[in-house]
Nanobody
Framework: QVQLVESGGGLVQTGGSTRLSCAAS????????LAWFRQAPGKERALVGN????????YYADSVKGRFTISGDNAKNTVYLQMNNLKPEDTAVYYC????????????WGQGTQVTVSS
């Protein structure tokens, strides 16, 4: 069983930066894909990006490419989402999620953390 706990977020001004953290307990991330999703009010949850923990490869949605970076700390079993040049449309609840590499469904989720970008 994997438990994910997010931290970070809060209120940020347009153009500002913030970093979210997602710490895992229960096992290491080896063999897993870790992702960040977000859900804005009235919208469906959308994939922001992910990282294949073993390969170190990343994917980003077009809307955040060049502004957001996903990285991981193996020793701390923590994945990060560095968000730069934030825009009001980045306002959302951000969720960390995990799935095994061989599976397509994210079956482990964090509780979510709010990021609000003021204009």
């Amino acid at each position: 069983q994997v438990q994910l706990v997010e931290s970070g977020g809060g209120l940020v001004q347009t153009g500002g930066s913030t970093r979210l953290s997602c710490a895992a307990s229960g096992r290491t991330f080896s063999g897993y894909v870790l992702a960040w999703f977000r859900q804005a009010p009235g919208k469906e949850r959308a994939l922001v990006g992910n990282i294949n923990w073993s390969a170190g490869t990343t994917y980003y949605a077009d809307s955040v490419k060049g502004r957001f970076t996903i990285s991981g700390d193996n020793a701390k079993n923590t994945v990060y989402l560095q968000m730069n040049n934030l825009k009001p449309e980045d306002t959302a609840v951000y969720y960390c999620a995990a799935r095994r590499e061989v599976l397509g469904t994210y079956n482990y989720w964090g509780q979510g953390t709010q990021v609000t970008v003021s204009s």
